[in-house]
C-alpha cells in the first residue's frame, strides 16, 4: 500500500518562501509520475505541478510558473516543492500525489482521476 505524508507547510509571510516535501512508502516511487495540487478555502482542488518519473520533465500551472519548483529525489522516495514569492492567494491545503498509472507526464496533468495516490495535505497559509 502506498502510503504520501506531506510535510514542511505553515504560515509565511507574503513574499517568502517555503518548501514542501512528500515523503512516500514503498519500493515503486522512482517508477511514477508525481504531482502537487491545492485546494483554498471554498474553491475547487486544483493542479499545481506535476513531475515525471525521472525528474527531468515538469508541468506548472500558469498561476505558478516561475515561482514554484516541483522536485524529487528517487533515493530518498521523496517529492519536493519549492515555493518563492508566495502571496496570499497561494493560502491553501496542499496535497502531494502520485499516478501509477504514468511514468511519463500525463496529457492532462490537470485532471484529478490522473491520480491514484493522494496524501492528507499540509496546510500553507501566507499573510499580507
Known amino acids: 500500500q502506498v502510503q504520501l505524508v506531506e510535510s514542511g507547510g505553515g504560515l509565511v509571510q507574503a513574499g517568502g518562501s517555503l518548501r514542501l516535501s512528500c515523503a512516500t512508502s514503498g519500493r515503486t516511487f522512482g517508477s511514477y509520475v508525481m504531482g502537487w495540487f491545492r485546494q483554498a478555502p471554498g474553491k475547487e482542488r486544483e493542479f499545481v505541478a506535476v513531475i515525471d518519473w525521472s525528474g527531468f520533465k515538469k508541468t506548472y500551472a500558469d498561476s505558478v510558473k516561475g515561482r514554484f519548483t516541483i522536485s524529487r529525489d528517487n533515493a530518498k522516495n521523496t517529492a519536493y516543492l519549492q515555493m518563492n514569492s508566495l502571496t496570499p492567494e497561494d493560502t491553501a491545503v496542499y496535497y502531494c500525489?502520485?499516478?501509477?498509472?504514468?511514468?511519463?507526464?500525463?496529457?492532462?496533468?490537470?485532471?484529478?482521476?490522473?491520480?491514484?495516490?493522494w496524501g492528507q495535505g499540509t496546510q500553507v497559509t501566507v499573510s499580507s
Open positions: 500525489v502520485m499516478s501509477t498509472n504514468y511514468r511519463e507526464l500525463p496529457s492532462q496533468p490537470d485532471d484529478l482521476p490522473v491520480y491514484d495516490h
